[in-house]
């Protein structure tokens, strides 16, 4: 209980706790203060007025093992910007300081990276509270951390506008999708809240695949009509066609390319293989002629030429063996290079983190030099090789230095990749090579085994013709048949996302959700009737499973009854909750800060059972901290509270004028 009269600082006490933990986006949007002007600007010493030089706000808090200090300056001394949290490990506040006192540790608010990054604050105080922060949907289709000051509107309420309505103002500047839905779910540990965490995953993953099919699709599609053919049999991504069946007809799981391609034949469309036969056929009439037998000269001649063609096929050979061994090696390096690209833009993540750091006050590189420690990995620098008084790079030198390692890096991965292509069309071209060699080498070689051909040069170049036609739509064939099997790789694997998308199915209450929210609406009832609620029979009120809000049948409760009973549904919907997290397992801090929960002229019998209903508010895990600001005789707040477990901070007048 904070007690004190009227414009004595009750209210800035409780926000200066929401400031040190940067959280004062809880209260009102972006950079708007919520201090007073005698922690800010100026401040009233014997009567006169004096500017605030300096000032700061020390806050001790505990996860129930750990202890950690937290300052943070409204006005800060020079070089240091109020964004700079100081944190240190011990209950620098309760306990002597005159004990050694830890290194302190550095971290940012009120800007991007808060709950994501490292040096973010909120990162690090949602890790000490032992939260795994979910990710939520916002309105503009991204997907964004449940922010703590999200989180934070269902444990603090401030006096002036925070107790209107019958639940908390959630803040709206972050633009997440039902900011107070998913602020129950995550405190109440709700199963729909990982399935919609999972829910997410899934789509992101068919969004993948999507586009890995399309991929493929446009590939194999430019193939095919670059030899005037098409493909046959398939369906679109995510169509019902796409899910119901396999893809090609290939219901072994696996389909012959043969079948999957057509083409345009004297204007019709046939079947690849059946075009192959054709061709094959047609080869093979074309080269049943009759021969007259070769001159010496002539056999000599072309067994000549027969070598050059047989040397020249086994060192396309070896040049399509050496591009196959160089393709590997790339593709190795470059799995070495993007590992170590991540790595390094981890560590100029890192870098980023303590550039801000050192731009908000922090001495972060001289603590992490003076202890020897990598400022980036924090790993010790013992024992490593250094010249004694040689210069030590800055954060901004460091920074730029991983900047151009990963320049470099980036660069090789670039060459790798041009490389890789110019690879891949050299193989091609020496395919196409291989194959018009072998057909001169069957082509000479009957002639060496017969006689010389006696035909017409029109027979003779439609043979020609013939060949070429079999031997691209044969490379064809064969390049088609690795994306084929490819495409129906990717409409298996996107058969088991989508199965397992459909079995989680809407976002309907498992039956531990509905034991949780039941075991809620009975805590809301008891503490409704304790507090006096009379605009309906507490038993009538539940709880929207959907907006999680109270209700009574299907009306909203918002505009119905008087002041003082919105303001007891208020009390009971905030306590309850932490009870029921408390009990059922879930992750409320069960902290509750209330700044004058006693508006609205609510009747003395209500404030006392309230007040009463505080002090014994326990869960599973221990008693709920509850501070609460009052402005009532130290008297009646005794009598109100006798035989109860309570502690009053009195403040007889005004610290800070």
């Known amino acids: 209980m904070i007690r004190a009269k009227n414009s004595s600082g009750k209210t800035l006490l409780l926000n200066s706790i929401m400031y040190a933990l940067g959280l004062e986006g809880a209260l009102k949007p972006g950079k708007q203060g919520i201090l007073t002007t005698a922690l800010t600007r100026s401040v009233k010493v014997r009567g006169a007025e004096r500017p605030v030089r300096q000032s700061w706000i020390d806050l001790e808090i505990t996860n129930g093992r750990d202890s950690i200090t937290i300052r943070r300056y409204p006005v800060p001394p020079e070089g240091i910007k109020p964004d700079l949290i100081t944190v240190w490990d011990g209950p620098l506040l309760?306990?002597?300081?005159?004990?050694?006192?830890?290194?302190?540790?550095?971290?940012?608010?009120?800007?991007?990276?808060?709950?994501?990054?490292?040096?973010?604050?909120?990162?690090?105080?949602?890790?000490?509270?032992?939260?795994?922060?979910?990710?939520?949907?916002?309105y503009s289709g991204r997907e964004v951390p449940l922010y703590l000051q999200v989180l934070a509107a269902l444990f603090f309420v401030e006096q002036k506008q925070g107790w209107s309505g019958i639940v908390p103002k959630m803040p709206t500047q972050y633009q997440i999708r039902e900011p107070l839905?998913?602020?129950?779910?995550?405190?109440?540990?709700?199963?729909?809240?990982?399935?919609?965490?999972?829910?997410?995953?899934?789509?992101?993953?068919?969004?993948?695949?999507?586009?890995?099919?399309?991929a493929l699709r446009g590939a194999l599609d430019a193939a095919a009509h670059v030899s005037n053919a098409r493909v046959v049999n398939t369906s679109e991504f995510g169509s019902a066609a796409f899910y119901r069946s396999v893809l090609f007809g290939a219901e072994s799981g696996e389909a012959d390319a043969s079948h999957v391609l057509t083409v345009f034949h004297q204007d019709?469309?046939?079947?690849?293989?059946?075009?192959?036969?054709?061709?094959?056929?047609?080869?093979?009439?074309?080269?049943?002629?009759?021969?007259?037998?070769?001159?010496?000269?002539?056999?000599?001649?072309?067994?000549?030429?027969?070598?050059?063609?047989?040397?020249?096929?086994?060192?396309?050979t070896l040049d399509l063996q050496s591009l196959d061994d160089s393709a590997n090696m790339t593709y190795m390096q470059r799995g070495i290079l993007e590992k170590r690209r991540r790595l390094l833009e981890q560590e100029q993540r890192r870098y980023k983190d303590i550039a801000a750091l050192e731009n908000l006050g922090a001495q972060y590189s001289a603590h992490a030099i003076r202890h020897h420690d990598c400022p980036t990995c924090q790993q010790s620098l013992d024992g490593t090789e250094s010249l004694s008084g040689a210069p030590v790079l800055t954060t901004t030198e460091s920074a730029a230095l991983v900047g151009?390692?990963?320049?470099?890096?980036?660069?090789?991965?670039?060459?790798?990749?041009?490389?890789?292509?110019?690879?891949?069309?050299?193989?091609?071209?020496?395919?196409?090579?291989?194959?018009?060699?072998?057909?001169?080498?069957?082509?000479?070689?009957?002639?060496?085994?017969?006689?010389?051909?006696?035909?017409?040069?029109?027979?003779?170049?439609?043979?020609?013709?013939?060949?070429?036609?079999?031997?691209?739509?044969?490379?064809?064939?064969d390049n088609a048949q690795v994306t084929v099997s490819d495409l129906l790789d990717v409409q298996q694997r996107s058969k088991l996302v989508k199965q397992e998308l459909d079995e989680l199915g809407e976002e309907v209450l498992t039956a531990q959700d509905a034991a949780k929210l039941n075991n809620w609406q009975r805590e809301l009832q008891r503490l409704l009737s304790t507090f006096g609620f009379?605009?309906?029979?507490?038993?009538?009120?539940?709880?929207?499973?959907?907006?999680?809000?109270?209700?009574?049948?299907?009306s909203d409760l918002g505009f119905q009854g008087s002041a003082s009973d919105g303001l007891k549904l208020r009390w009971a919907y905030l306590l309850?909750?932490?009870?029921?997290?408390g009990r059922m397992g879930g992750c409320h801090p069960s902290l509750l800060l209330l700044d004058g929960p006693r508006m609205y002229d609510v009747e003395p019998r209500a404030m006392q059972a309230f007040l009463r209903s505080c002090s014994q508010l326990q869960s599973d895990s221990g008693k709920a901290q509850i501070f609460v600001t009052l402005s009532e005789e130290r008297a009646v707040i005794e009598a109100w509270l006798s035989g109860c477990e309570y502690e009053v901070v009195h403040i007889p007048d005004k610290l800070l004028n």
Request: no cysteine; hydrophobic share 40%.
């Open 534 to 554: 009379v605009v309906f029979a507490p038993g009538e009120i539940t709880i929207d499973s959907q907006a999680m809000r109270p209700a009574h049948g299907d």
């Open 268 to 316: 019709q469309w046939i079947n690849l293989e059946e075009m192959l036969s054709n061709l094959q056929t047609r080869i093979s009439e074309m080269g049943e002629v009759q021969r007259s037998r070769l001159t010496e000269a002539e056999a000599s001649a072309l067994s000549a030429v027969l070598s050059e063609a047989r040397d020249r096929l086994r060192q396309i």
């Open 94 to 138: 309760t306990e002597s300081r005159n004990e050694v006192v830890s290194e302190p540790r550095y971290y940012y608010v009120g800007r991007g990276g808060t709950a994501q990054n490292e040096a973010g604050f909120h990162n690090y105080l949602a890790r000490f509270l032992g939260w795994d922060l979910p990710v939520v949907p916002t």
């Open 576 to 581: 309850s909750l932490v009870r029921v997290s």
């Open 181 to 214: 839905r998913r602020s129950i779910e995550f405190y109440l540990r709700l199963d729909v809240m990982e399935r919609a965490r999972r829910r997410s995953e899934l789509e992101q993953g068919l969004a993948v695949l999507r586009a890995e099919y399309s």
């Open 404 to 477: 151009q390692q990963l320049e470099t890096i980036s660069n090789v991965i670039n060459d790798a990749e041009v490389g890789a292509r110019a690879n891949e069309a050299a193989r091609g071209s020496l395919e196409q090579e291989a194959g018009e060699v072998r057909a001169r080498i069957r082509a000479i070689q009957a002639d060496l085994e017969a006689e010389a051909p006696d035909v017409s040069v029109a027979r003779l170049q439609a043979r020609i013709a013939a060949e070429t036609r079999y031997q691209e739509l044969l490379r064809l064939r």
